[in-house]
C-alpha cells in the first residue's frame, strides 16, 4: 500500500521518487524490530540518493536486527503543495508509513543551504519545529554531517547531533534508547544520558550569552555532568567497519548512478579555505585488498555499470596504481566503466585516462584555486604553475585538449593582480598547447579552456574562519575583473569564462559562521516560502532579505566581519581534532604568505595525532 | 544468440517509465551474471532493444525485449537468474531463442491486446454498457486528435481487431504498429463521448497482456504473440 494515491502519482513528476521497492531496500517487520528509524537527507531524491553517507547508515542500522531504517527524501516542490492540502503525513519509502511512527528522524546536513528543507520534513512529518516543543512520542530528531560542525543556527530544531563519523556510535545510542523505553524515563533524561556518551551534543543542555557587541561570551551546560567540550567520533580502522555490500539501487537516474567506494578519509593537504581539509584528520587509508574485495561485491549485488572513487584527494592515496590497475582489468572484463576522480596530471594518471576515457571527449583537471603564486602561497594550495603547466604538456601531447580549471574569487588578501592571473595562467595553458603540439598533431581540434569562479566562503574550523567574506558588490566586480582578464588575453578564444550566483554565496556565509540567533530568521524564511535554496530555480533571496530584516539581523556581522583572534566563535565547543591554537598559527601564516608542509612531509602539529590513528603515526 | 525475453509489470513498479525500465534491466542483466553481448568502444552498452515502451501507469503481463547472448545455460536457467534479482511486480514469464533473420522486438510489433478496468473498482456505468453494441457496430470512430501543428481526424474503426465491454471489464486487440497505433482508451474516451459521459483518464487502469506479430498478410492477418516468433533452447 502506497501513501500516496494512484491520483496523485500520476500527477507529479518522476512518481518513481516516493515509491521505494528499490533493488537492496530493506523491508523489515516492523512488529518484529524495536527501533525504527528514519535517515533523512533535505533534499530531492535524485541527490539524497546519491550520497554515500546515507547508504553506509543505512546498511549499518539495518544489519542490527532489532533496527529498521527506512529512507526519508524531501518532497519535489509538485508534491509538496499536494501533501499540505490533503494533510498526507511524510513517509519512509520503505514502510510508506509515516515518519511521526518512528523513533527516531535522522537528518544528514551536507551543506547549508538545505536549512528550509529540514522545516519541510519536519513540518510535513507532523513534528513540532523546535526540539522543545516536542511531546513524548515524537521521534527523537538527530542531526549528523560536515554542517554539524556549527549546528547553532539549526541547533533548536534537533534533540541532537551527533558528531563526526556516523559508523562509531549509533549502536551505543540505540541501546540506550531500548533501555529508557524499557523504564520509561522522560525524553530529557534519554538525551542526557546521550549528552554523555560523548561526541553528541544536545543544544537543549547548554546556555549561550552574548557581549554587547553581539559576540558571544559564554557557553554553558545547564546541567551538571555533560561535557562543555564535545570531541568528534572518529572511525580508526577503516577497513573492519561497515561499508554496504549492497547499497540501494534507485530505479531513476540520481545524481551518482554509480558503485562508490571510499578509499580514505581526510586529507594530507592543508589548503587552509578548505573544511573538509581539517574536519577529517587524520588521514586513514583503506586497504587496498579489502578495497579490491569491496568493488567486486558492490558491482555484483547493484549490477551497476559504472565505479568511481571517493576521497578528498585520490591522487594521495599510497596504493592508487593498484587500486586502479585492479579494476581497469576487472571493470574492462566485466564491460564497468570507471569513473576516475580528478587526479594530479602526471605519467601515471594520463596512462590511466587514456585506459578509461576518451581522450577526445574527456577533459583534464586542475584546480589552482587562485591565479597567482602569492596567492596560492596564502590559501597553501601546493600547486604551482610549472606542475599545472607541466601536467597540461604531458596531457596535450597524448591527444587531450580540454582543460577545466577551477579558482575561487574573494580569498582573504585577493588583490586585482591575483585575479587577472586567472586570465594569465588559462593563456599560458593555451599557449603551451599551440607551443608544444605542431599543427599536424592537433587531430583533435585546438585547446578548449574552461575557468570557472566560485565565491570563497569562510568556514568554521579553517583558517580562514576569522577572514571576512566579500561583500555582495565585491564579487561581482571581482568576477568581472577576472572576465576582462580573460577577455584581454591572446588566446581568449579558447578560453570559456564562468562564476557563479552571487546572493546564494552571501546567504551560505550567514549560515556557515552563524549562531543561535539566526534560528528565528531561518524559519521566518521557511514560513514566507522558502525551500530548497541549492536549487537556484527555487532560491528566493528576496524572502530571505525580508526575514533577517524582520529578525533583526545584522547579515555584515556574520558575513563581512573579521572576527578578532580571541572571539569565542559559536562552534567552539566541539573539537574536530585540529587545534584553534593550530588554526590560529595557520592564519597568521597565511597573512605572511607562508606555507605549510603537507601531513605527509613533515607533522604540523595540527592536534588530530590525539585520536592515535592514521597518517600521524605511519607517515611514508 | 539472439533472445526474446517476455515480462511482467504491476504494482508500485508501474510508475517507472521506460527509460528506467531499461536501466533497470541492462542492471538486472548485471546482477543475475548473464552472459550478454555488449556493443563496442569507450562505453559499451548491452546489446539490449525493447518491442514497445509501456506508458508511465500502466501495467503489463506481455511486454518484450530483445538481447544477445554470449554464452548460456538454456531458458531455464536464464528465466530463473533474471527472476531472483528481479523487484517485487516484474518477473520474467518466458525466453525463447529468435533464429537468424528475425525482426527485432520493435519491428515485429503489429497489434497489442489490452484490458482496462476502473481504478476503484467498480462497474462501468450502466448508460456505457448499454450503449457498447451500438457503439462498435458502427462504420466509424472518429476521435480528434491534437498534434503540434494541427488538429487530426482518425478512424479508429480499421484500427479495432477484437473489442469487448462487459459490466467490469473493457478488452481488446488493436493495432500497435508504428503506422497504425492507436491506445485503449481512445476507444474508451470515444465511448464515453458517444454515451454523453465524462471521460476522465485518471480513472481507468490500463494491462497490457500481450504484444503480437503478423504472420499472415496484410489482407489476412495472422496474429501471434511476439514469444511465438522463436524456440526454447
Excluded at chain 1, 377 to 388: A, S
Excluded at chain 1, 424 to 429: E, G, R, S, V
Excluded at chain 2, 42 to 58: C, R
Excluded at chain 2, 66 to 83: C, Q, S, V, Y
Amino acid at each position: 500500500m502506497l501513501a500516496l494515491s494512484d491520483e496523485i502519482l500520476m500527477s507529479v513528476d518522476k512518481p518513481a521518487r516516493y515509491i521505494g521497492n528499490e533493488i537492496n531496500s530493506v523491508v523489515k517487520d516492523k512488529d518484529k524490530v524495536d527501533i525504527r528509524i528514519g535517515m533523512c537527507f533535505p533534499d530531492v531524491y535524485e541527490i539524497g540518493m546519491s550520497h554515500l553517507g546515507l547508504q553506509i547508515l543505512y546498511s549499518m542500522f539495518n544489519s542490527y536486527d532489532d533496527v529498521w531504517c527506512e529512507r526519508v527524501f524531501s518532497p519535489w516542490t509538485d508534491l509538496d503543495p499536494i501533501m499540505r492540502k490533503q494533510s498526507i503525513p511524510l513517509f519512509g519509502l520503505e514502510s510508506q508509513e509515516p515518519v511521526k511512527n518512528m523513533d527516531f528522524l535522522a537528518i544528514t546536513i551536507q551543506y547549508e543551504m538545505c536549512y528550509t528543507n529540514i522545516l519541510q520534513v519536519l513540518e510535513l512529518s507532523k513534528i513540532p519545529f523546535n526540539a522543545c516543543d516536542r511531546a513524548e512520542d515524537d521521534p527523537i530528531v538527530v542531526g549528523g554531517g560536515p554542517c554539524t560542525y556549527n549546528p547553532e543556527p539549526i541547533a533548536q530544531f534537533f534533540d541532537f547531533f551527533y558528531i563526526g563519523e556516523g559508523e562509531t556510535k549509533y549502536r551505543d545510542i540505540f541501546d540506550l534508547y531500548k533501555k529508557h523505553k524499557a523504564e520509561g524515563t522522560s525524553r530529557r533524561d534519554f538525551l542526557i544520558e546521550v549528552a554523555k556518551l560523548g561526541g553528541m551534543y544536545v543544544p537543549s543542555l547548554y546556555d549561550v550569552s552574548y557581549n554587547d557587541d553581539g559576540t558571544i561570551k559564554s557557553f554553558t551546560a545547564n546541567v551538571p555532568g555533560i561535557p562543555t567540550h564535545i570531541e568528534k567520533e572518529i572511525v580508526k580502522d577503516l577497513s573492519n567497519t561497515h561499508y554496504p555490500d549492497a547499497p540501494v539501487v534507485p530505479f531513476i537516474k540520481v545524481t551518482q548512478d554509480r558503485v562508490v567506494l571510499e578509499i580514505q578519509r581526510g586529507c594530507i593537504r592543508g589548503c587552509r579555505f578548505c573544511q573538509a581539509g581539517q574536519l577529517y584528520r587524520p588521514v586513514r587509508e583503506r586497504d587496498v585488498e579489502w578495497l579490491k574485495k569491496q568493488a567486486i561485491k558492490m558491482l555484483a549485488a547493484t549490477g551497476h555499470e559504472e565505479i568511481s572513487l571517493s576521497s578528498l584527494s585520490s591522487s594521495d592515496y599510497s596504493e592508487l596504481e593498484e587500486l586502479v590497475n585492479f579494476l581497469i582489468a576487472e571493470c574492462r572484463r566485466r564491460s564497468i566503466n570507471i569513473s576516475l576522480p580528478s587526479l594530479r596530471i602526471d605519467n601515471f594518471s594520463v596512462d590511466v585516462m587514456g585506459k578509461v576515457q576518451d581522450v577526445k571527449k574527456s577533459s583534464l583537471t586542475f584546480a589552482p584555486e587562485a591565479g597567482t603564486q602569492r596567492m596560492r602561497n596564502v590559501i597553501n594550495k601546493g600547486l604551482t604553475e610549472e606542475d599545472i603547466l607541466n601536467g597540461a604538456r604531458l596531457a596535450f601531447a597524448n591527444g587531450w585538449t580540454r582543460v577545466k580549471l577551477y579558482f575561487m574569487l574573494g580569498l582573504p588578501g585577493e588583490t586585482k593582480e591575483d585575479i587577472e592571473g586567472i586570465g594569465i595562467l588559462a593563456d599560458k595553458i593555451a599557449r603551451e598547447f599551440f607551443d608544444t603540439v605542431p599543427k599536424e598533431e592537433r587531430k583533435n581540434g585546438p585547446v578548449q579552456i574552461v575557468a570557472s569562479t566560485s565565491f570563497f566562503i569562510p568556514k568554521p574550523f579553517t583558517p580562514f574562519q576569522w577572514a571576512p567574506q566579500a561583500t555582495k558588490e565585491d564579487f561581482i566586480e571581482k568576477a568581472y575583473i577576472c572576465r576582462s582578464s580573460v577577455m584581454a588575453q591572446l588566446n581568449q578564444k579558447r578560453i570559456k569564462y564562468n562564476w557563479h550566483e552571487t546572493d546564494v554565496s552571501v546567504l551560505e556565509g550567514i549560515m556557515a559562521r552563524g549562531d543561535r540567533r539566526l534560528a528565528p530568521a531561518i524559519l521566518e524564511a521557511y514560513k514566507k516560502g522558502c525551500l530548497y535554496d541549492a536549487w537556484s530555480d527555487t532560491y528566493r533571496h528576496d524572502l530571505w532579505l525580508e526575514a533577517f530584516d524582520e529578525c533583526g539581523i545584522d547579515i555584515p556581522f556574520y558575513t563581512t566581519r573579521e572576527r578578532d583572534l580571541d572571539e569565542i566563535f559559536p562552534w567552539d565547543f566541539l573539537d574536530c581534532g585540529v587545534s584553534k591554537e593550530y588554526l590560529k598559527k595557520e592564519w597568521l601564516r597565511s597573512k605572511e604568505g607562508v606555507v605549510t608542509p603537507n601531513c605527509e612531509q613533515n607533522c604540523n602539529g595540527c592536534g588530530a595525532a590525539k585520536f592515535g590513528v592514521g597518517i600521524c603515526f605511519n607517515r611514508k | 544468440m539472439k533472445v526474446r525475453i517476455k515480462f511482467s509489470k504491476h504494482g508500485p513498479v508501474k510508475y517507472i517509465g521506460h527509460l528506467d525500465i531499461l536501466r533497470y534491466f541492462q542492471k538486472s542483466m548485471r546482477r543475475a551474471e548473464v552472459d550478454i553481448a555488449y556493443s563496442t568502444g569507450f562505453s559499451p552498452h548491452q546489446i539490449m532493444s525493447f518491442a514497445q515502451p509501456l506508458g508511465v501507469g500502466m501495467e503489463s503481463d506481455g511486454d518484450y525485449l530483445d538481447i544477445e547472448l554470449k554464452t548460456h545455460n538454456g531458458a531455464k536457467d536464464l528465466i530463473d537468474r533474471l527472476n531472483s534479482v528481479m523487484v517485487p511486480g516484474m518477473r520474467i514469464e518466458n525466453a525463447v531463442e529468435l533464429p537468424d533473420g528475425v525482426k527485432n522486438a520493435m519491428a515485429s510489433i503489429a497489434a497489442a491486446s489490452y484490458t482496462v478496468t476502473l481504478k476503484n473498482g467498480q462497474d462501468y456505468p450502466e448508460e456505457v454498457v448499454s450503449k457498447w453494441d451500438e457503439f462498435i457496430a458502427s462504420k466509424s470512430i472518429i476521435i480528434t486528435k491534437e498534434t503540434k501543428k494541427n488538429t487530426l481526424e482518425v478512424d479508429l474503426k480499421p484500427h479495432i481487431y477484437e473489442a469487448s465491454l462487459k459490466n467490469d471489464i473493457f478488452e481488446c486487440l488493436v493495432d500497435a504498429s508504428s503506422a497504425g497505433n492507436i491506445k485503449s482508451t481512445q476507444i474508451l474516451e470515444a465511448l464515453y463521448n458517444y454515451a454523453g459521459i465524462e471521460f476522465n483518464k485518471i480513472d481507468f487502469q490500463v494491462t497490457r497482456i500481450d504484444t503480437f506479430t503478423n504472420e499472415g498478410t496484410e489482407e489476412k492477418p495472422k496474429l501471434i504473440p511476439l514469444d511465438a516468433m522463436g524456440v526454447t533452447f
